[in-house]
């Protein structure tokens, strides 16, 4: 568990280096934030953790806060959320690293392959490392940012649908639904053609037959309806891992009072906590879920598990270099995070 006071000096500190003030200001009768986000109705990653958190926050408040909702894309595409959040026409946005790579490069790192499997070590591990590194002043605040809580789905298998597939060696020549970067390199690496498509958007692609199918989060088929396209999924390959935060306007964030601020972070916290177990459970349960929906399951064994790490072992080389080649901590940003990966295992 992060350590709350802990957490909140990290913030304190960050705002003194860009000339923000903590100081709280005076509290209103009310104050309405307002929250967006593009997962679909029904989202486990909503009701577990979003409704958790927003009804957490306006308790640890006493109703001094009240949020208003934007769920499934009302104000706007995944793509668009990172611009919303920053001129502040929302005031705390979903803002995924893997989907603004270029202007949240440091955070990357999360996604490199087989670093860890747990939703409740990663989870807890980044956040540290985010507010402990680089990341959180080249990425977040030096974009007028500020993380407030943020989980990892559980890691991302392959789903496809109208091919044969037997295991890994069949993913060459694959059109794959996929997120640019780490993740689009590695299947690269094993042969198949990476297509960059929002997760809101991956249904249709799959039906229309514009992807042969996914690679993504297992616990995340069912609330995207992708039981629905899918016959065959391969399970064990475990090759990345997104994470969904949730941040706030860095202006927005200053005018707050300190026990606002406090709840938001305390808030999520626990929000994080409780969606990284319920995302654990889920994993075990899924394979039978998905036998008993008729899907063909695959799973890889020990010795074709070690043989694809081998294969994308190389992701991680290419990022540290990439990031050491623009001046940024790559190596040192792996480094921390592995290190608090650690802790929790």
Do not use: C
């Not at 909503?46 to 957490?56: D, M, S």
């Not at 960059?196 to 069912?222: C, L």
């Not at 090759?239 to 202006?251: D, G, K, L, S």
Request: avoid cysteine; charged fraction near 20%.
């Amino acid at each position: 568990m992060l350590n709350l006071q802990k957490y909140m000096r990290s913030l304190a500190s960050a705002a003194v280096l860009t000339g923000g003030l903590l100081i709280p200001g005076v509290a209103t009768a009310e104050i309405t934030l307002k929250v967006a986000d593009t997962f679909p109705p029904g989202h486990y990653i909503v009701k577990e953790g979003v409704e958790f958190w927003i009804q957490r926050v306006e308790e640890l408040t006493d109703g001094e806060v009240k949020i208003q909702y934007f769920g499934a894309g009302q104000m706007g595409k995944l793509r668009d959320m990172f611009s919303l959040t920053q001129r502040g026409v929302v005031d705390i946005g979903y803002v995924p690293p893997a989907f603004n790579g270029g202007t949240m490069p440091l955070s990357a790192v999360h996604s490199l392959p087989s670093l860890f499997s747990s939703s409740s070590v990663g989870s807890p591990a980044f956040l540290e490392t985010i507010n402990e590194t680089a990341i959180l002043q080249n990425d977040y605040l030096d974009n007028g940012l500020r993380p407030v809580w943020g989980i990892m789905t559980s890691t991302y298998n392959l789903f496809t649908r109208g091919v044969e597939v037997n295991g890994v060696e069949d993913m060459k020549g694959l059109k794959l639904k996929a997120v640019a970067g780490n993740m689009s390199q590695a299947i690269e690496l094993l042969g198949g053609s990476p297509v960059d498509i929002p997760s809101p958007e991956t249904y249709q692609s799959i039906r229309t037959g514009t992807v042969d199918g996914a690679i993504f989060p297992a616990t995340s088929i069912y609330s995207y309806k992708l039981n629905e396209v899918v016959d065959t999924a391969v399970l064990g390959i475990d090759m990345f891992v997104y994470y969904a935060p949730f941040v706030i306007n860095e202006e927005k964030w200053q005018s707050l009072p300190t026990n606002v601020q406090e709840a938001l972070v305390q808030a999520g916290q626990e929000a994080m906590e409780r969606v990284a177990a319920y995302t654990d459970a889920k994993v075990v349960e899924l394979e039978q879920t998905l036998v008993d929906d008729g899907i063909k399951v695959i799973k890889l064994t020990p010795e074709q598990q070690v043989e694809l790490r081998a294969t994308i072992s190389v992701v991680a080389e290419n990022w540290v270099a990439e990031m050491e080649s623009r001046d940024l901590p790559g190596s040192e940003v792996l480094a921390a995070f592995k290190a608090n990966i650690a802790k929790r295992k």
